[in-house]
């Protein structure tokens, strides 16, 4: 915030929603009066040209009628203003005017007025060009050293500079390797045009070269037809700045020095004409537009640099000499001489607010008031300061900085599912083999205390659970009031998602006294959905590749009693033995036993057993509290089947890498399809027809790749995220059996997920291998290190996808290994001491050598790739696969 403000002389709003950009100003005596008095041109977008010539009655006023000399609609946006000798035969100032395909030159002339209304200005086309290319800026200036007239340069959008010796078109050359037009200058000293390409580099080409270097009109023409004229355009200098630049401004207040001044994004550069940097000053603020000007120290020079914070800054060099507080922010400035005072201020904003001001102070007419003298009592100052810090220690202590009790009382969300499925399926667009997908509604209840601003509702279930709306916006909620929306979820996709748990949160706005527009707040409320919504009762299945048992220290519970919904009717006698057929096509069988106290759960796909082991804990605990007993535990005592869980690793991570070779084959065929098509327009465009050599059919053969790539590209990544999701179930039930095998508290299991699972998507940039292995590596050198020696080794800041899955492997063995040693998960370092814990089979000790590592490495291998270990397990007699409930 600067301490002044521009004082404003005269200012003026132009148009309405009409926009102005940095070319569209310009000041000079445009109607050739001869006085010395510059006239405001301005050009708008919507094609309206302006001239004013303002001469308020006294500072601030606003703009009369007569400060508008003229104002005409050319239809055509305007892109640029300039003013010069353009028409040739006189030296008269003429106004040229770019539009996006045409160049026009016009006369500005004025007749003096017999009444009171003043002088009358009129304006007369001298001549126009009409444009081939889309036109970006101009520049003009003595090319080539003429005298007494000025040429015009223009750029366009493809970075072609093309060169006007007034009413007749010269040459046009393309600047190499140009891919989006930059600011673009001239400088007389070195007879050279300078521009910023999108390399974020300064260039300079010599006028000559430019002059002499091969058209562009003949660009296309034969290597014989170019080695016989013609010469190549070279770059006279570079420089690279770094960054994009904003405006190009030539400054030279003698005939031995120069300056070449550049706006970037962050910086202001100013260089020598030899490219050289003389000076360069890193910028506080976001710079919109600038103007060098001359200084009245020797040897220095003065810029305007006005920026998006509404100020305008004064630097002589790279000193700040003065900031000023504009009421807008600035697209363009300009210096000139209006009514007789010098070096007024002009500035023009995006939206059309001209303002002429000037730098300074007004005196200030306000005195402060005498404060009235007392006696300071210390002991009573002392005696308040104990009281003050009393009352703001006990608030912090009890509510913090906001009140808790608000807090929880703006606003209550609940949830609440359906027991019964919807009476018609919402279902749409599913990819479920099955003849009828079912569906369910969840109504999402909102009841507010307060008044509420903006409150938005936004609802998750996990994929490919799909939802019939998942976003509610409420623009304003009155006091004590109640909202219920209701939406239905069913399943998408021919797979099971990972979990059955839906979250749905709300984001609002408080208003307080202190900020009307509302402190941002967010609550959520989770939810969860039945497993009959993507399970159906089944046949239970005597084979299974893949087996879990759980221990429990309680009697067992009739299957009936825990999953009333999936009894099969056609065989009441089996209570311990049940089917589940997942809606994908897999299933599940779940088999209690009569005395052993231990539950098996079995199926074809190693990541299904997960749902069924969660939901039987889930309804086991919830059966136990309604019985009152709460001592009820589960626990895990086989080997960790992390075999079949390196496997989904494994495929996974093999559809990553396919979709990168496929990306890149992509990206090859796109190229080769690109350049076949350049030389077809090529081809086509010769005035000699010549022979097209089977392009069209090298054309039609890389389309074809293209879309069969394309296609394969979308099929991998559907695979991806089906492989994705089905990791993540793996992921899940393998922390569920780490949880319960070294009976783990609800934070260690805690850490365990958040090492395990940090991402909700998977992709190219930042995968789930490289991610978890970071954060496994992280707990393996902190509270499972085995010495200080490893906690002191720093881990890569880097995550990229590695070559192979054999080191997360490895660290993940390495976690289980370091668990069952007795290793605690915890947040710090200092609890990373070994605990004596009883080992289950399938885990063996911390080696403590080099030596014995390795060792270790290959026991480790062996222990855990054999299938035996999941599938041989203690025997349960009283329980066959589908027998047992008639013995």
Known sequence: MSLFKARDWWSTVLGEKEEFDQGC??????????????KIIVGSFMGYLRIF?????????????????????????????????????????????????????????????????????????????????????????????????????IQSMDGMLMVFEQESYAFGRFLPGSLLPGPLAYSSRTDSFITVSSCRQVESYKYQVLAFATDADKRQETEQQKLGSGKRLVVDWTLNIGEQALDIC???????????????????????????IRFMKKLDCSPSCFLPYCSVSEGTTNTLIGNHNNMLHIYQDVTLKWATQ????????????????????????????????YLGTDPSLFQAPKVESRELHYDELDIELKELQKIIKDVNKS????????????????????PNFDSVSQATDVEVGTDLVPSVTVKVTLQNRLALQKAKLSVYVQPPLVLTCDQFTFEFMAPEMSRTVSFSVYLKGSYTPPQLEGNAVVSYSRPSDRNPDGIPRVIQCKFRLPLKLICLPGQPSKTASHKLTIDTNKSPVSLLSLFPGFANQSEDDQVNVMGFHFLGGSRVTLLASKTSQRYRIQSEQFEDLWLITNELIIRL???????????????????????????????????RINGEKLEELLSERALQFRAIQRRLLTRFKDKTPAPLQHLDTLLDGTYKQVIALADAVEENQDN?????TKLRSATHLVILLIGLWQKLSPDQVAILEAAFLPLQQDTQELGWEETVDAAISHLLKTCLSKSSKEQALNLSSQLNIPKDTSRLK???????????????????????????IVMPGGCTAIPESDLEERSMEQDSTELFTNHKHLIVETPMPEVSPLQGVSE
Not at 32 to 38: M, P, Y
Not at 720 to 724: I, V
């Open 621 to 655: 605990q919830e059966y136990f509290e309604k019985q009152g007993i709460k001592d009820f535990a589960c626990s895990f005592s086989g080997s960790m089947p992390l075999q079949e869980y390196f496997e989904l690793i494994d495929h996974h991570f093999e559809l």
């Open 53 to 153: 010539n303002p001469h308020p009655v006294k500072t601030g006023d606003g703009t009369q009628a007569e400060d508008l000399l003229l104002e005409v609609h050319l239809r055509d946006p305007i892109l640029q203003v300039e003013v010069g000798k353009f028409v040739s035969g006189t030296e008269m100032l003429h106004l040229a005017v770019l539009h996006s395909r045409k160049l026009c030159v016009y006369s500005i002339s004025g007749t003096l007025g017999n009444v009171e209304h003043g002088n009358q200005y009129q304006i007369k086309l001298m001549y126009e060009h009409n444009l081939q290319r889309t036109a970006c800026n101009m520049t003009y200036g003595s090319f080539g050293g003429v005298k007494g007239r000025d040429l015009i340069c």
């Open 810 to 836: 490895k660290h993940i063995t390495l976690l289980c290994d370091r668990l069952a040693k007795g290793g605690r998960l915890c947040l710090s370092t200092d609890a990373a001491a070994p605990q004596t």
């Open 399 to 418: 509510q913090g900085i906001w009140p808790t009790t608000e807090r929880e009382d703006d606003l209550k969300v609940s949830a609440m599912v359906s």
């Open 720 to 724: 991806l995220f089906q492989s994705f």
């Open 326 to 357: 504009l009421p807008h922010i600035p697209v363009a400035v300009r210096v000139g001489c209006l009514h007789d005072l010098k070096g007024v201020i002009v500035t023009l904003s995006d939206d059309g607010h001209l303002q002429c001001s």
């Open 250 to 276: 030539i400054v030279s207040f003698n005939q031995s020095a120069s300056s070449v001044f550049v706006l970037g994004e962050r910086n202001f550069f100013c260089l020598k004409d030899n490219g050289q």
């Open 25 to 38: 100003l310009c000041l000079a005596d445009v109607d050739n009066t001869g006085n010395g008095q510059d």
